[in-house]
């Protein structure tokens, strides 16, 4: 696993999640109702993986007429996010802990504007390819609910993951709209919104590499 996050079994994680309302306990039966649960008709952005969620925390507190739904597969991370989320009030965030495997058990066709994929984990052995988040795979997953000029942005500071994912990208015959090796000198810069990931390791001098894609670009 390396430098990518170890995790640690976080006593009473499981039970502190569950007794939080913004925690959605039983995904799948939103499918398809989302913007029910949201009680409006905003468009929906989702982040996979979102860790402790500095992120899309700060992008919900910013963006009220967005919703945001964060997902993560294991507890004792999004327990971080959940302690966070707690001392804020927002009605457009809310979060899940899931597996991106299924992510097709919760959401329907059309029901997603934006994916965001961030320092998601490299898996670098070959036999592993089709769990890496940017795969083929998951991209015909998300072909599935995007909406029609549906997006993914995605960020790494894996080279060998970047150059996959732009192989993907190809492959699958989605629209890359733009992509950039270096974010923090790029025209992308402005309004960046650091992740924690991103922050230790471009601290540590590695180069941010971004792109963005989608099924059916407007050019
Ligand atoms: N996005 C955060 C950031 O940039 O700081 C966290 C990055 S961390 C390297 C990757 C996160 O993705 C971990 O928290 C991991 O548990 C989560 N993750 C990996 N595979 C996942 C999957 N299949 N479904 C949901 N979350 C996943």
């Given at each position: 696993?390396?430098?990518?996050?170890?995790?640690?079994?976080?006593?009473?994680?499981?039970?502190?999640?569950?007794?939080?309302?913004?925690?959605?306990?039983a995904?799948e039966?939103?499918?398809?109702?989302?913007?029910?649960?949201?009680?409006?008709?905003?468009p929906?952005?989702?982040?996979?993986g979102?860790?402790?969620?500095?992120?899309?925390?700060?992008?919900?507190?910013?963006?009220?007429?967005?919703?945001?739904?964060g997902?993560?597969?294991?507890?004792?991370?999004?327990?971080?996010?959940?302690?966070?989320?707690?001392e804020?009030?927002?009605?457009?965030?809310?979060?899940?802990?899931?597996?991106?495997?299924?992510?097709?058990?919760?959401?329907?066709?059309?029901?997603?504007?934006?994916?965001?994929?961030?320092?998601?984990?490299?898996?670098?052995?070959?036999r592993?390819?089709?769990r890496?988040?940017?795969?083929?795979?998951?991209?015909?997953?998300?072909?599935?609910?995007?909406?029609?000029?549906?997006?993914?942005?995605?960020?790494?500071?894996?080279?060998?993951?970047?150059?996959?994912?732009?192989?993907?990208?190809?492959?699958?015959?989605?629209?890359?709209?733009?992509?950039?090796?270096?974010?923090?000198?790029?025209?992308?810069?402005?309004?960046?919104?650091?992740?924690?990931?991103?922050?230790?390791?471009?601290?540590?001098?590695?180069?941010?590499?971004?792109?963005?894609?989608?099924?059916?670009?407007?050019?």
């Amino acid at each position: 696993m390396g430098i990518y996050m170890r995790l640690r079994n976080v006593t009473g994680s499981r039970e502190a999640i569950a007794a939080n309302d913004f925690v959605v306990h039983a995904p799948e039966k939103f499918k398809g109702k989302w913007n029910e649960y949201f009680g409006n008709d905003n468009p929906i952005h989702i982040e996979i993986g979102m860790g402790k969620g500095k992120f899309l925390i700060r992008l919900a507190s910013e963006n009220p007429d967005i919703n945001y739904i964060g997902i993560e597969k294991y507890s004792s991370v999004l327990i971080r996010a959940v302690e966070k989320r707690k001392e804020l009030d927002m009605g457009n965030l809310c979060l899940i802990r899931f597996d991106a495997e299924y992510i097709n058990d919760i959401f329907d066709e059309n029901e997603i504007a934006r994916i965001y994929l961030n320092f998601s984990d490299p898996w670098p052995k070959d036999r592993h390819a089709k769990r890496r988040l940017t795969s083929v795979e998951f991209l015909s997953r998300y072909d599935k609910f995007l909406t029609a000029d549906g997006e993914v942005i995605f960020k790494t500071d894996n080279r060998a993951l970047f150059e996959f994912s732009l192989e993907q990208v190809e492959i699958s015959g989605w629209n890359l709209r733009n992509y950039t090796y270096d974010l923090h000198h790029s025209e992308y810069a402005a309004g960046n919104i650091m992740t924690e990931y991103e922050e230790k390791f471009s601290t540590m001098g590695n180069s941010i590499h971004r792109l963005e894609t989608c099924r059916k670009c407007r050019k």
